[in-house]
């Protein structure tokens, strides 16, 4: 005889945002998410001021599907099979010279398991649910301003330093 489940029997209930009981209201809870990273990297990290302004057409960077080359600052946005179907640097868009001189053939098989996952790496950091959008678009944002203050040379100096 099959038991009955009952939310009153739980002492605690998680939730997550791709696969919940509820339904996230996302156009509300990402700009909390990127305005809480953002007043921390300001305040407590020294970063520039102008992370904390975001107009509404910025949002169109989030997208689920983007991995970030931590090496170089680019974003990559990939299909299912892993064939990379654009990419920026920063916020930046590439051009398709451009991003076949970086990244060669437009198939990256780097990125797909034997399940046809999207596989995790040191070089790359995958942003594949909306709790991470938000820290997509800060981090291109980031991106952005470094490569506008330094050029990439200091990108690149900088984040492999922290490695």
Known sequence: MAQH???AACDVVGFDLDHTLCRYNLPESAPLIYNS???FLVKEKGYN???LNVTPEDWDFCCKGLALDLEDGNFLKLANNGTVLRA???TKMMTPEVLAEAYGKKEWKHFLSDTGMACRSGKYYFYDNYFDLPGALLCARVVDYLTKVSGDSFFKTMICSQS
Do not use: T, V
Request: neutral net charge.
């Open 5 to 7: 489940f009952s939310l």
């Open 88 to 90: 920026s640097h920063g």
């Open 37 to 39: 990273f953002a007043q």
């Open 49 to 51: 001021k102008e992370l």
